[in-house]
Every structure is written in structure tokens, then in C-alpha cells.
């Protein structure tokens, strides 16, 4: 048997391996966000730290909008006004671009953060953050850490400031 067949084997054993590790890799990463029905459509897979749902740890972030609110991820924490204290409006189709930020346990303010955090229990029996004790969630749009194109989407969805108010306009 010559050592050549014998080569060509492994690389193609090596291009097998590296190809299914590259499917792995991209199946792995996913962008980020929520979304809600009253406004524009994205990506409907919400941040792995939403979807895990694990204790809601909430930070202060420094953006070109101020100081705002994200998970601990540093993804962006959005505030719907047609939601009222301790009640959410956001259901259904909106849940799919505008996610609900799970939270399990009692929710943890970083520094900088001087929001009342909170949590209620859905209608489908989830445990949702609050920030003032409005419904939290992301933005199926946002890609990234950070992003925050859920601003002012449909004149209803703002960012949470570091103080719990929505930051509009």
C-alpha cells in the first residue's frame, strides 16, 4: 500500500472533521433578541440567557442613549407601553419578536442600577422580569450585545434607563 491513498485519506478525514466542526460552531451562535407584534419583525430567537431563563442579573450599561439596562450578557432590556404595572400586553405574536426576559429566583441589580427589579408570573406560567414593575424584554433585532434597535420601534417599545424609566425618543 503506498503512503500516498494513505494521505489522501487523512486529509479528507481532517476536511470531514473540520467541516462538521464549522456546522457546530454555526449552529451554536445565533443573534440575539426579542420582539412584540405591534412593531417590525427580526430574528425570533431570543438571547441564550433568555432562553436558558437562569437568575436575572440586571446591569448598567453606558450607550449613546445613556445609561441603560441589559442582562448580563450586556444584552439590551426593552420597556412596551401598552403594558401596565405588573401585567403584560405582549403575547402571541408579539412574544416572538419581543421575548419575555425570564427570570428564576430574585432578580439582581449590578452597579449603577437603581431600578426596583422585580418579577411576575406569566400567563403561560413563566416568571418574567420587571423593572419598575413593568415587563421586561429584548428585541429579536438586536444582533449583538449592546445593539439596541428595539428603540422607539412602533412609538411604544423603549429602553430601560438605569433608574427603571424608558428612555423615549
Known sequence: MSSRPLAMTRARSGLTILASLALLLGACSSSSGSSAGAS??????????????????????????????????????????????????????????????????????????SATLGTITRDDGTTQLTVNEFPAYYFSGDAAPGDTNGQGQGDVWWVFGVDGAPIEG
Open 40 to 113: 417590525t419583525g427580526g430574528d425570533s430567537s431570543a438571547p441564550a440567557s433568555a432562553a436558558a431563563g437562569g437568575d436575572a442579573t440586571v446591569l448598567a450599561a453606558d450607550t449613546e442613549l445613556g445609561g441603560i439596562l441589559t442582562d448580563a450578557d450586556g444584552n439590551t432590556i426593552y420597556y412596551f407601553a401598552n403594558d401596565t404595572a405588573g401585567v403584560s400586553s405582549c403575547a402571541d405574536d408579539c412574544l416572538t419578536n419581543w421575548p419575555a426576559v425570564e427570570a428564576t429566583g430574585t432578580p439582581t441589580a449590578g452597579d449603577g442600577v
